[in-house]
Nanobody, 126 residues
Framework: QVQLVESGGGLAQAGGSLRLSCAAS???????????VSWFRQTPGKLRESVAA????????YYADSVKGRFTISRDNPKNTMYLQMNSLKREDTAVYYC????????????????WGQGTQVTVSS
């Protein structure tokens, strides 16, 4: 089992920045480096949507069109931690953000990820 814990959410003004962190722990945390990891977000009444993902094998990344050029996903494997740097925030970025991990390959689908964090709220005000 892998446990994921997000942090770094909160309130930001439009145009501002936040950095989310996702720390992995658990019995298999030593193999976190071989997990694809991803950030998703969800607002009330909507499906959880992919924001960004990064593979373990070659560092290949994926970004949703809505965040390209503004968000950056990264990972620090020795620290078992993943990050999402969010710049130029917009009101529409307001959501609960979840990190996810899976031994499989990089994917945009929420169904492809086995492990999930509990979520952290990001609120962007105008």
């Amino acid at each position: 089992q892998v446990q994921l814990v997000e942090s770094g959410g909160g309130l930001a003004q439009a145009g501002g920045s936040l950095r989310l962190s996702c720390a992995a722990s658990g019995r298999t945390s030593s193999t976190y480096a071989i997990y694809a990891v991803s950030w998703f977000r969800q607002t009330p009444g909507k499906l959880r949507e992919s924001v960004a993902a990064i593979s373990w094998s070659d560092g290949r990344t994926y970004y949703a069109d809505s965040v390209k050029g503004r968000f950056t996903i990264s990972r620090d494997n020795p620290k078992n931690t993943m990050y999402l740097q969010m710049n130029s925030l917009k009101r529409e970025d307001t959501a609960v953000y979840y990190c996810a991990a899976d031994p499989g390959g990089i994917s945009r689908s929420r169904l492809a990820y086995r492990y999930w964090g509990q979520g952290t709220q990001v609120t962007v005000s105008s």
